[in-house]
């Protein structure tokens, strides 16, 4: 497979890049607000001298920008290095209060979609006996039912982490209906029940209002809105019961030790304020759909082949998940990749040598026969001729692969 790659990288073939949920190409203003940072403030934040407060005060105004990206106060924003980090912050950082403070085994509430580093920290702490948890399904195309999630609640409950857009399959939880019951209960509550929600793949199309939300616990990161990678947040609401993960300095209002990240979080803010108000970003969503569309419809013509998620209004603008059958893995990536098209995949095959998904798992598509998961992620450049030329490559592959 890696010779095959190999060769991609040199056969001058146009790329059409569609993993944005992976990464995003910087954006060149972003670029260019990091480096003039970086070439006049080199001070530690954390420093009391010129230099350092110097860097401070733009890293405070960054953070008030950031922070009024989702309704949040500045002092509830903590930087992290990624949605990676503020994951683990948000669920180990809850559990670890907790265990310290309550005499029962804590109890999570989550669900089957989650991406890893929400879904292995439950397992893992499920696994040592440190947590009980309980792991919502979806129905067959991938939604989650928010009064599933509620009833799930028992007296041990102190977490709940719910992706928001499943980066996947696209699906849009409703997690303000979810913050909406959860504050009923909490109302009545001796503990109160927090409420996390990973948005990394949410803040470019949904509104990210966290008091609309309800939530007290909120994950996004720099590299998926064309911002810079490394950087990410976790907004904590002030009050909310979290332990510090880190030993170290007082950073981050001592949630969050070590230096900050300085040109990480001015480009991160750069990002946000490039994406516009929410009119925008929903005028933004509404192109992308329609290209979304075409992608679906021109996929789900071709035999073997079985939508992953919900598409449609429950579904996020910019995604298209495919189980495709008869098809190992590497032979279709290898070949797109060929071709010019950058997606990515995982194995859908029970028997195969790659571990198919959690996530493609709890939708019942695996098999043991070949089959294969791709998802397709559409970004700013993305254009209705990239998409046509991926239904016909794409077609073509899976008829010579399929044989
Ligand atoms: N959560 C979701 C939903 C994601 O899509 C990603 C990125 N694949 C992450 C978390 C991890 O983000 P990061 O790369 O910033 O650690």
Redesign the pocket.
């Known amino acids: 497979l890696n010779q095959i790659m190999a060769k991609s990288i040199s056969n001058g073939v146009k790329r059409v890049y569609l993993d944005y949920?992976?990464s995003t190409p910087i954006h060149p203003k972003v670029s260019k607000a990091m480096a003039d940072f970086d070439a006049k403030y080199f001070g530690n934040p954390n420093s009391l001298h010129r230099e350092g407060q110097e860097a401070r005060a733009k890293i405070d105004l960054a953070r008030a920008d950031i922070a009024k990206f989702i309704s949040a106060q500045p002092q509830e924003i903590i930087f992290t290095s990624?949605?990676?980090?503020s994951?683990n912050l948000a669920i180990q950082g809850v559990v670890s209060f907790a265990i310290n403070e309550f005499s029962f085994k804590p109890h999570i509430i989550t669900t089957k979609i989650e991406?890893p580093?929400v879904y292995k920290i439950i397992k893992t702490l499920e696994e040592r006996g440190v947590v009980s948890a309980t792991y919502i399904s979806p129905d067959k195309s991938g939604i989650i039912n928010p009064e599933e999630v509620i009833a799930a609640i028992r007296h041990e409950t102190v977490l709940i982490s719910v992706?928001f857009?499943s980066?996947e399959i696209g699906t849009i939880v409703p997690v303000r209906a979810i913050g909406k019951l959860l504050a009923e209960i909490n109302d009545k509550q001796k503990h109160k029940i927090i409420f996390h929600t990973?948005a990394?793949?949410a803040i470019k199309y949904e509104n990210c209002n966290v008091e609309k939300i309800n939530c007290d616990l909120l994950?996004f990161?720099g590299?998926?809105i064309y911002g810079p990678k490394g950087i990410?947040v976790l907004y904590v609401k002030t009050g909310t019961k979290i332990n510090s993960l880190f030993y170290g300095g007082q950073q981050e209002y001592k949630l969050r030790p070590g230096t900050q990240n300085t040109p990480g979080i001015i480009g991160f803010a750069k990002a946000i304020e490039l994406m516009g108000s929410l009119d925008k970003r929903l005028d933004s969503a509404k192109k992308i759909t329609t290209l979304r569309d075409q992608l679906i419809s021109g996929l789900t013509k071709i035999p073997n082949i079985v939508l992953n998620g919900p598409g449609g209004k429950e579904g996020t603008s910019d995604l298209v998940s495919i189980t495709i059958y008869g098809i190992d893995q590497e032979s279709l990536l290898a070949s797109l990749d060929l071709a010019g098209i950058s997606v990515s995949t995982g194995s859908a095959c029970i028997s195969g040598a790659v571990e198919p998904s959690h996530v493609i798992v709890a939708l019942g598509r695996i098999n043991n026969r070949r089959a294969a998961s791709v998802r397709f992620t559409l970004g700013a450049k993305t254009t209705a001729e990239e998409i046509k030329y991926t239904i016909n490559t794409f077609t073509t592959i899976v008829r010579r692969l399929d044989r």
Request: glycine share 10%; no cysteine; net charge negative.
């Open positions: 949920a992976a990624g949605a990676t980090e994951n991406h580093s992706i857009v980066n990973d990394a793949q994950t990161s590299h998926k990410g």
